[in-house]
């Protein structure tokens, strides 16, 4: 047992020894050859002009022109049902009916007791031109007939208010009553909502104030139509700016005549402030983010060898993976898109031809 320990750790004394023999001959080859290391290869790109237009990105949610929960007035039993869920409707468009059966004979009943006080005050009128009546009477006819005609007005309102009509031109949502059900005063009956166009409520800063101008152009981008932009104007600006968030609300008007947006949906703004204008830009990813500044790599060339410099810049805008800059390059200037981790200030490096991830081919 024990002679087989003894040979087994010899033979692993002899494997480390070959390994670590053949790399110390290596590093002992290296330094007698004096063997420097090849340069790190970087991606570059250079500084472009671009034509942007400044522009401040918001929230928003969109909110109906009008919309509201059609409601009965008065307490009635459903007689009939004149629309769906989801129809279209105009103003004045029939929705439902409640039972008038009561109502329509109080109409009739007051119908006779205004016809009865018509009479009474067309006697009355005719004794007096002849003086078999007094005065008093005659005015006392007058007001009967006067209470009468009043009762049915009041009594054809009723009757009205028992026809429930679309206040105006919308989309219905899902009908919540049915037929028979007797609605108490107030009931919920069916949502309505003005679909186009659609009003856009969205905040900015107050130190932004300046920059929203009524009829201004906003774009709008909604998750449910990741492909499409919509489009609206600004129509009001709060006069006040709130208390507690100090940011201003702002309305845009947006056209929604192929009803695709709908009220609550949450939107991403964008807010054009001002011309469009040239802005020198680089890629995102040569940008070398720190707290003591955003920074990138130049590259100088000189007999055909490239080498590094780190420079301080000042940044702008971004979009689109791009970034403006604002201070620190001139157009044309090359530096790194790729590769920083490994750069320090005067190495050289060798160029790469294949644009950075997520580059566009200059």
């Given at each position: 047992?024990?002679?087989?320990?003894?040979?087994?750790?010899?033979?692993?004394?002899?494997?480390?020894?070959?390994?670590?023999?053949?790399?110390?001959?290596?590093?002992?080859?290296?330094?007698?050859?004096?063997?420097v290391?090849?340069?790190?290869?970087?991606?570059?790109?250079?500084?472009?002009?671009?034509?942007?237009?400044?522009?401040?990105?918001?929230?928003?949610?969109?909110?109906?022109?009008?919309?509201?929960?059609?409601?009965?007035?008065?307490?009635?039993?459903?007689?009939?049902?004149?629309?769906?869920?989801?129809?279209?409707?105009?103003?004045?468009?029939?929705?439902?009916?409640?039972?008038?059966?009561?109502?329509?004979?109080?109409?009739?009943?007051?119908?006779?007791?205004?016809?009865?006080?018509?009479?009474?005050?067309?006697?009355?009128?005719?004794?007096?031109?002849?003086?078999?009546?007094?005065?008093?009477?005659?005015?006392?006819?007058?007001?009967?007939?006067?209470?009468?005609?009043?009762?049915?007005?009041?009594?054809?309102?009723i009757?009205?208010?028992?026809?429930?009509?679309?206040?105006?031109?919308?989309?219905?949502?899902?009908?919540?009553?049915?037929?028979?059900?007797?609605?108490?005063?107030?009931?919920?009956?069916?949502?309505?909502?003005?679909?186009?166009?659609?009003?856009?409520?969205?905040?900015?800063?107050?130190?932004?104030?300046?920059?929203?101008?009524?009829?201004?152009?906003?774009?709008?981008?909604?998750d449910?139509y990741?492909?499409?932009?919509?489009?609206?104007?600004?129509?009001?600006?709060?006069?006040?700016?709130?208390?507690?968030?100090?940011?201003?609300?702002?309305?845009?008007?947006?056209?929604?005549?192929?009803?695709?947006?709908?009220?609550?949906?949450?939107t991403?703004?964008?807010?054009?402030?001002?011309?469009?204008?040239?802005?020198?830009?680089?890629?995102?990813?040569?940008?070398?983010?720190?707290t003591?500044?955003?920074?990138v790599?130049?590259?100088?060339?000189?007999?055909?060898?490239?080498?590094?410099?780190?420079?301080?810049?000042q940044?702008?805008?971004?979009?689109?993976?791009?970034?403006?800059?604002?201070?620190?390059?001139?157009?044309?200037?090359?530096?790194?898109?790729?590769?920083?981790?490994?750069?320090?200030?005067?190495?050289?490096?060798?160029?790469?031809?294949?644009?950075?991830?997520?580059?566009?081919?200059?």
């Open positions: 047992m024990v002679k087989r320990l003894f040979i087994v750790l010899a033979l692993t004394l002899g494997m480390f020894a070959v390994l670590f023999g053949g790399r110390i001959s290596q590093i002992a080859y290296a330094m007698e050859h004096h063997y290391p090849p340069p790190p290869t970087v991606a570059s790109t250079r500084v472009v002009i671009e034509k942007w237009q400044p522009f401040i990105k918001a929230v928003g949610s969109l909110v109906a022109k009008r919309g509201v929960t059609v409601s009965n007035e008065l307490a009635g039993k459903v007689s009939a049902i004149h629309f769906k869920s989801g129809d279209q409707v105009t103003a004045g468009d029939l929705l439902i009916e409640l039972d008038t059966i009561t109502d329509e004979a109080e109409l009739r009943r007051l119908h006779a007791a205004h016809r009865l006080a018509k009479i009474k005050f067309d006697r009355a009128t005719r004794l007096a031109t002849k003086a078999y009546t007094s005065e008093s009477e005659v005015d006392e006819a007058k007001a009967n007939l006067d209470q009468a005609v009043a009762a049915v007005a009041l009594q054809r309102a009757l009205g208010k028992k026809r429930i009509v679309a206040p105006f031109s919308g989309t219905l949502g899902i009908r919540q009553v049915d037929l028979g059900q007797f609605l108490p005063t107030g009931s919920s009956i069916v949502p309505l909502q003005a679909l186009d166009p659609l009003y856009l409520d969205f905040t900015l800063p107050e130190s932004r104030l300046l920059a929203a101008r009524v009829g201004l152009t906003v774009k709008i981008a909604v449910a990741p492909d499409s932009a919509f489009e609206g104007i600004i129509s009001a600006i709060n006069p006040q700016v709130e208390d507690a968030s100090r940011n201003i609300k702002v309305r845009a008007t947006v056209d929604n005549s192929a009803l695709q947006l709908r009220p609550g949906m949450f991403q703004v964008t807010l054009f402030t001002g011309k469009i204008k040239p802005v020198l830009t680089l890629p995102n990813t040569a940008i070398t983010y720190t003591y500044g955003d920074s790599f130049v590259i100088s060339t000189e007999n055909d060898e490239h080498t590094v410099e780190r420079k301080q810049i940044t702008g805008d971004r979009r689109n993976g791009r970034i403006e800059v604002i201070s620190g390059l001139k157009l044309d200037d090359q530096v790194v898109s790729a590769g920083q981790i490994k750069l320090r200030d005067g190495i050289t490096v060798l160029i790469s031809d294949k644009p950075a991830p997520g580059e566009r081919g200059q």
